[in-house]
């Protein structure tokens, strides 16, 4: 089983690493200079001791060792000779004389630690000077009274305190960090996992930072999206149900009874009778499919145009769908202008059709008007005789689809009641070729 990381873990495992890492660094970094500072200074003190001293008398303090010679000079604590072996014993001990380099401090430590102050100290250093070479030495002891008292605290001890006094703020400010940040995360993951339908058209909570509020919009977003997704979906699937279940069952009980007629040996003219309502609820199905699946597009203002006749595609669509007047009692009037125009003829021929199959189905007795002038079409239906099932074939999507699709495509639609049927006008907006 694979292990999931928490961000919240991730982030803080890796300030904390990264704050740690740079205060320890830090720290060692200020124990490593304040010893070596103590030598710098040292050594600084006592190079310009050696330099600063005036011999007096003519002698040169090279030859025979005269008795002012042999005597130490002290100036603050430090010990200046000509000759090493003048210095007192317990440096010449402590210190290698052969060890020594012009102008270098040579120290050697007796006790102390990290965390406590050393017994003893012993330095020396060989300056050349301007006449002569000398030897300066001085001597540290816990016991020497002229020496300052120690500090109680060490100074390393101060400088870990320190760090550790810095690691403990870092960590309480990363906590605190870590808590304005994921409380708000956290608030938008209890959000987003109680977001539904119903809660998508409230205003979106303020979560105290930009990111995530712009996530949060993104969320609603989304979910608006895949809703619109969902309903057109549902709404596919609610038409196609509805409206092929009519033309399905014309197919199969023809297809029934074109096969009982076969057996009979009846004659073909009844049997074209069936075979002409199959194809007329084929027709019906591939129409709907057609009209469904085009209303479903996500970009349908991205279809291609072609050079249109509207003219020439009523008389097309009217002379395809004249079945559904058959045995009824309804006069169709066509007046058609001139014209091509530049426009999607698939898109065109499916409104067209919807109108017209409409204007053919809801009319039993009376007359179908269809006008049209340049990208106007106008069709009227006058119905002296209404049912409510007037064609076993009845398109009911009808004018709602065609409204749909000439929202979408921002071209006029009207549909007005006239008391006998209804008018329904289309304007197609586009430029004629």
């Not at 009274?145 to 101060?158: A, S």
């Not at 608030?187 to 539904?196: I, N, T, V």
């Not at 297809?255 to 309502?277: G, Y």
Request: some cysteine; aromatic content about 8%; hydrophobic content about 40%.
């Amino acid at each position: 089983m694979k292990i999931r990381i928490s961000l919240r873990i991730y982030v803080l495992v890796a300030m904390l690493l990264s704050g740690v890492s740079c205060i320890v660094l830090l720290s060692t970094l200020s124990m490593y200079y304040f010893s070596t500072g103590m030598d710098v200074a040292m050594r600084g003190i006592m190079y310009s001791q050696a330099k600063q001293l005036k011999v007096s008398g003519q002698e040169s303090l090279s030859g025979i060792t005269k008795p002012w010679s042999e005597e130490a000079l002290l100036s603050q604590q430090f010990i200046i000779k000509q000759r090493w072996e003048d210095m007192p014993k317990p440096i010449r001990e402590h210190i290698n004389e052969a060890d020594m380099e012009l102008n270098e401090l040579n120290k050697h430590m007796v006790g102390g630690g990290w965390f406590s102050p050393p017994v003893e100290g012993y330095f020396a250093i060989k300056v050349q000077n301007k006449t002569q070479t000398l030897y300066v030495a001085t001597i540290f002891s816990s016991q020497d009274k002229t020496l300052l008292e120690p500090p109680k605290t060490p100074h390393f001890v101060i400088i870990i305190a320190t760090a550790i006094a810095a690691i403990t703020v870092f960590v309480i400010v990363l906590f605190l960090v870590l808590r304005k940040v994921t409380r708000p995360v956290e608030r938008l993951k209890s959000w987003a996992g109680q977001l539904d339908e119903s809660k998508l058209e409230q205003p979106v909570p303020e979560f105290n930072f930009s990111e995530l509020n712009t996530l949060a919009k993104l969320i609603v977003e989304s979910m608006c999206t895949v809703k619109q997704s969902v309903e057109r979906e549902k709404r596919f699937l609610a038409y196609a149900s509805h409206e092929l279940r009519t033309p399905i069952a014309v197919s199969r009980s023809n297809a029934e009874l074109l096969e009982k007629m076969l057996t009979s040996d009846l004659p073909k003219e009844k049997l074209l009778v069936c075979v002409n309502r199959m194809q007329r609820a084929t027709l019906t199905m591939s129409s709907l499919m057609d009209t469904l699946l085009w209303l479903n597009r996500d970009a349908m203002r991205k279809v291609p145009t072609t050079e249109v006749s509207l003219s020439r595609l009523l008389q097309e669509l009217t002379a395809e769908l004249k079945y559904l007047l058959n045995d009824k009692p309804v006069t169709v009037v066509t007046k058609t202008g001139e014209g091509v125009f530049s426009l999607p003829e698939t898109v065109c021929r499916i409104i067209l059709s919807n109108i017209i199959r409409n204007a053919f189905v809801h009319t039993n007795e009376g007359q179908v008007n269809i006008v049209q002038n340049a990208m106007q079409v106008t069709i009227s239906n006058e119905d002296k005789a209404p049912q409510l099932n007037s064609n076993e074939l009845g398109f009911g999507l009808g004018l709602e689809l065609t409204q749909r699709l000439t929202s979408q495509y921002q071209w006029h639609y009207q549909s007005e009641d006239n008391g006998h049927g209804r008018t329904v006008t289309v304007i197609f907006c586009n430029q004629t070729v």
